[in-house]
Nanobody, 122 residues
Framework: QVQLAESGGGLVQPGGSLRVSCAAS????????MSWVRQAPGKGLEWVSS????????NYADSVKGRFTISRDKAENTLYLQMNSLKPEDTALYYC???????????????WGQGTQVTVSS
């Protein structure tokens, strides 16, 4: 069965860095686009970043562009999100998601991990 297991979250001070990981299993990881989505307490879901099957053409939300970097390791079936220059507003539960693309204009996330908590506070 499809499994997405996030890890690496924790407490970090503003301006600090953290890398969260997503171990994928139960499907052909190299055949899917992948994304990170986050949700802060009391707020809605916010798409953070996506990466293509081949690892090229990454996309980022304006709120994290220039600070976060998405990557994937095909051999290890693992998705990463390197987060630098963290801000208190980055505090959220970070979810790893598998993307589906029926067309170039229609994407959705069919599987989600349980999330890993990232807290940015002094």
């Amino acid at each position: 069965q499809v499994q997405l297991a996030e890890s690496g979250g924790g407490l970090v001070q503003p301006g600090g860095s953290l890398r969260v990981s997503c171990a994928a299993s139960g499907f052909s990881f190299s055949s899917y686009h992948m994304s990170w989505v986050r949700q802060a307490p009391g707020k809605g879901l916010e798409w953070v970043s996506s990466i293509s099957i081949g690892g090229g053409s990454p996309n980022y939300a304006d709120s994290v562009k220039g600070r976060f970097t998405i990557s994937r390791d095909k051999a290890e079936n693992t998705l990463y999100l390197q987060m630098n220059s963290l801000k208190p507003e980055d505090t959220a539960l970070y979810y790893c998601t598998r993307d589906r693309r029926p067309s170039s204009m229609y994407w959705y996330f069919d599987y989600w991990g349980q999330g890993t908590q990232v807290t940015v506070s002094s």
